[in-house]
């Protein structure tokens, strides 16, 4: 069966456009292992702590620091904060919002029916040795139920080591390297270093 595929640069645009889409539309990265992350951390510790009422926490301090010095020294740390900045603004970045199990879980079982969907739509009902196992796979391991532990054994692999690294493929890759971050920029090479390695070292098996 003949198969055509889109060019590579307008395949990289498409990829792209994906994360700016979601940051526009929801405000937030499209961290899929982290919402993954989420679920399970929800499961296991139950529901995230409201987040402390800030104002009242400044208020305090305010208070305890000018009981402890003298009247008015909340006021002198600020003009000489304001004075060793020369002028530049400080800015707090907005906490986002707690978003909840049903969230998470919708977005992860979109990813899912969406891959269905272009398996339909390409070549007919997915299977999980069809739509997970190449040739190479196939002829090494087979169909059997060894193969089955192997897949399991590799995505387990794979999710230990996101949660490692702090981030998957689309978060470190698409999103991290977008922003610039140093951290995305090595774990990205490490995955695909890692990748081209194995690649080479099955072909030449």
Partial sequence: ?????????????????????????????????????????????????????????????????????????????ARMNSASMNGATATTPALAADES???????????????????????????LTSTLAGPLFSRMLGHGAFGYVALFVGGSCIGFGTRMAGGCTSGHGLCGLSQRQMGSLVATCAFFGSAVATSFALEAL
Avoid: C, K
């Fill in 101 to 127: 199990v049903t969230t998470h879980t919708s977005f992860l079982v979109g990813l899912v029916l969406g891959g269905v969907v272009s398996r339909l739509l390409s070549r007919g009902a997915p299977t």
């Fill in 1 to 77: 069966m003949n198969t055509s595929y889109l060019p590579f640069w307008i395949g990289g645009l498409l990829l792209t456009s994906v994360p700016i889409l979601h940051w526009m539309l929801l405000g937030r990265t499209m961290a899929v292992s982290g919402r993954f992350s989420s679920i399970v951390d929800r499961m296991r510790h139950g529901a995230a702590e409201p987040a402390p009422d800030t104002d009242a926490l400044l208020a305090a301090i305010r208070a305890a620091t000018e009981q402890a010095f003298a009247a008015g020294a909340t006021e002198d740390i």
